[in-house]
């Protein structure tokens, strides 16, 4: 759950680099961090948000599923001890 948390955190900031990108190329906003190389395309960021997001999703649902097989296990082994 930590994981998928801190995942979000990055592709909100992802997302954030992104947008900035696109607003300094409509002139919108003052000069992107990176001018040159790859970082300096908005769409790389997109997709680094896009991607971490969807990593954080699956890692959360795993967590989620591994918690309630957990329970059902220890449900089902107070019930054998009654």
Do not use: P, Y
């Not at 696109?22 to 395309?41: A, E, K, P, R, Y």
């Amino acid at each position: 759950m930590l994981a998928s948390s801190a995942l979000t955190l990055v592709s909100v900031g992802c997302g954030t680099f992104g947008l900035w990108r696109i607003g300094q190329d409509l002139s919108w906003t003052g000069n992107f961090v990176f001018q040159q190389g790859l970082l300096s395309h908005w769409q790389v960021w997109i997709g680094v948000a896009i991607g971490a997001q969807f990593i954080g999703w699956k890692l959360s649902r795993h967590a989620r599923i591994a918690t309630l097989d957990e329970r059902a296990a220890a449900s089902e082994q107070a019930i054998a001890n009654v």
